[in-house]
């Protein structure tokens, strides 16, 4: 699903890791904003753990539509992410969806053997009829490969302040079926107004694309905080109807 889900994760991207962020156990919350003309209302709301551990990082993503929402699209996913310390590249990436009734699970081991990364995914589907369907896909890139979880923290890692605005990157991205092309390009520093104050931000635009240059989903924006820990302060894509829009909320 790349409408609530994708708005959310994608908190994507990837270039070079510049200037490292200090990770440390921590969670970090956003609310999820429905918006169509006048009409402004929280749809669903996520939180986002990592934990440390001596040789790797887990981070743990939960998202879930709100009561009035699952009258339309009832949403409870979880995505895993196992990363490596050194430069927040994944080595283990799972995903639970529960979505419209249907249930996904999709579990991606990853490898490395130089500049090539390799995905072995097992992928199981559930539809609303109960029929259940199994296979095991061999996912291939060259150079650095990220999941819908580890771009979260591999974003943070970069020092946008050395950008020029239109600078433009492109890197992989391991999807339980598929690999795609992820680009980013950092478009400045803007200030954003949220919940009554203004935050400078580092602004970027992300765009999914397959190996043939197709688009495989609509366009995402990112305000990033200009400070040290650089968290995404907001997300915004666009549905079929209106628009989704991620604010976060506080940490703990």
Known sequence: MKTL???????????IPASAVDFTDETL???VMFKWGIVQKQ???????LAAAPDHFQATLYARSEPW??????????????????DMLPRRYERIAHEDGRFDHDVIHISRSGDLFTGTSHRMRRKKKGDISRSEITLKAEGPT??????FYYLRMLDFAAMQPGYT????????????LLTIRYVGKENLK???????TYRISFTFTDEKSSKTSDDIDTWISTAADHIPLKLEGKLKVGKIRCLYTGSN
């Open 169 to 180: 990157k492109t890197l992989n991205i391991f999807s339980g079926k598929r690999k795609e």
């Open 29 to 31: 919350n956003y609310k």
């Open 5 to 15: 889900f994708i708005s959310l994760l994608i908190l994507l991207s990837a270039l």
């Open 194 to 200: 949220l919940d009554g104050r203004t935050y400078p």
């Open 43 to 49: 749809a669903g709301r996520a939180t986002l753990r």
């Open 146 to 151: 990220v999941d819908l979880v580890s771009v």
């Open 69 to 86: 929402a699952d009258h339309f699209y009832m949403l409870r996913d979880t995505l895993i992410s196992v990363m490596d310390r050194n």
